[in-house]
């Protein structure tokens, strides 16, 4: 449908009738009249006629103009049909962990062997882009904990600088009670407001200085509720002197600890031994977490006062021209 925003504009469309009502009439030079019976004189008699008809062509093209450019004041905006707005009113923070263990090759995405960094991008990255509505931040920790992205509803540009994170961008170790603490700092108090952190890690605490258990209690103070999920496979097989031996990538991964983080703010514990289970885990969030609680509607709008404005602009044109022609010709006449 179209709408005018300034209705009260068309309260102008006589004001070029007004003024000539109004306003004294221009004052026009008297000739003498000479009687001469030539037949000339009746030869301009007959082209001032023709001239007087010639001018109510100009006279309509100023009444479209003015109309024309009446529209466009009032600001036509067609507006499109309701589009409805998914948001769910929810601040979510990733936490993942970039310290030297990341590195390690031990999950197949795509039928290639990749490392537990990689896989957690391709994955999270598709979480983020499903968290329609969501406020989505960014940290990464290893040593030391760094707000990478502040909560957003840019999608896309979460999941760019998640791509772009590579091992070893914060230090090798591991520093959980400080990704938790910057969390607690970067959230607000809002109580309207669900605030859920996802923290990633393959490791147990070995730096920082806040401890995780005590970082998650100022967490629950707060009402932010974690979920934990431990990353890494169970075994794998390395090639050594002593030939190909199994071996467990993920003997320092703390579970005991990151259960008691995600028991303490009423969230869950996840362990993700290959990127199926991974993927799983992020769906399973999607189902705790639900995305859409409530619908907003959003009407498109476009204006449309340049076209009624170049119309106006495009008969001011042809007048002009018209004028410029008459001019001509009485100088020749």
């Known amino acids: 449908m179209i709408q005018f925003e300034w209705l009260w504009a068309f309260a102008l469309l006589p004001l070029p009738l007004l003024l000539r009502l109004l306003l004294p009439a221009a004052k026009t030079q008297q000739e003498a009249a ?3 019976p030539f037949i000339e004189d009746f030869q301009a008699v007959s082209s001032q006629s023709t ?3 010639q001018q109510r062509w100009p006279l309509l093209l100023a009444i479209l103009a003015w109309c024309c450019l009446i529209i466009a004041a009032a600001r036509p905006q ?6 409805e707005l998914p948001t769910s009113g929810r601040d979510l923070m990733l936490a993942v962990d970039l310290s030297g263990s990341m590195d390690t090759a031990d999950f197949k995405l795509s039928g290639r062997v990749v490392n537990r960094l990689h896989a957690t991008q391709a994955i999270a990255g598709e979480f ?3 968290r329609v509505g969501d406020r989505i931040g960014l940290i ?4 030391q904990a760094y707000l990478q992205t502040p909560l957003t509803f840019d999608r896309d540009t979460v999941r760019i600088l998640l791509y772009e994170a590579v091992i070893g961008l914060a230090g090798q170790a591991t520093a959980i009670g400080d990704a938790i603490g910057l969390m607690v700092k970067r959230l607000g108090d809002d109580e309207n407001v669900d605030q859920v952190m996802i923290l990633l890690t393959d490791g147990a605490n070995t730096a920082g200085e806040v401890a995780p258990i005590k970082a998650a209690e100022l967490a629950a103070e707060k009402g932010l509720k974690i979920y934990t999920i431990g990353i890494g496979a169970d075994e794998m097989i390395v090639q050594s002197l002593f030939g190909r031996q199994r071996v ?3 003997a320092d991964l703390d579970e005991k600890t990151l259960s008691a983080i995600a028991e303490t703010t009423g969230g869950k514990y996840f362990r993700a031994r290959d990127a199926d289970e991974l993927m799983k885990i992020y769906d399973l969030i999607d189902q705790l977490e639900p995305i859409e609680q409530e619908q907003q509607l959003f009407r498109p709008m476009k204006a449309l006062y340049v076209y009624p404005l170049a119309a106006a602009l495009l ?3 042809v007048l002009l021209l018209i004028q410029s022609l008459n001019g001509m010709r009485r100088q020749h006449g």
């Open 140 to 143: 990464l920790f290893g040593e």
């Open 248 to 250: 467990n990538p993920s």
């Open 128 to 130: 983020i882009e499903r």
């Open 315 to 317: 008969l001011a044109a």
């Open 34 to 36: 000479l009687n001469v």
């Open 78 to 83: 067609w507006i499109g049909d309701p589009i």
């Open 51 to 53: 001239s007087i008809s």
